[in-house]
């Protein structure tokens, strides 16, 4: 049974940093792509950033420069490091393996404040 539980969502004030991290179970962490998804509520979920198996990285234009997606594959974990956080990147936060018809994690509440 595959399981993606996100932490590390809070509020924080503008210009603040977070770091969220997503441990992964059941599948076989080092072959997957991972990504991190955001949602607001009334509009679409959105990809965030993407992190290959062979750690190639992509970002949205909204967050490139100033969010950063690592991996760790010894703990089978993926980290959104987010940095000079605006109060647009307020929505809850997805870790997601396999698109979006693939398995999502049950979200984190990320909330900046101005």
């Known amino acids: 049974q595959v399981q993606l539980v996100e932490s590390g969502g809070g509020l924080v004030q503008a210009g603040g940093s977070l770091r969220l991290s997503c441990a992964a179970s059941?599948?076989?962490?080092?072959?997957?792509?991972m990504a991190w998804f955001r949602q607001v509520p009334g509009k679409q979920r959105e990809l965030v950033a993407s992190?290959?198996?062979?750690?190639?990285?992509n970002y949205a234009d909204s967050v490139k420069g100033r969010f950063g997606i690592s991996r760790d594959n010894a703990k089978n974990t993926v980290y959104l490091q987010m940095n000079s956080l605006k109060p647009e990147d307020t929505a809850v936060y997805y870790c997601?393996?396999?698109?979006?018809?693939?398995?999502w994690g049950k979200g984190t509440l990320v909330t900046v404040s101005s």
């Open positions: 997601n393996t396999g698109g979006y018809g693939g398995y």
């Open positions: 992190i290959s198996s062979s750690s190639s990285t």
């Open positions: 059941g599948i076989i962490f080092r072959l997957n792509a």
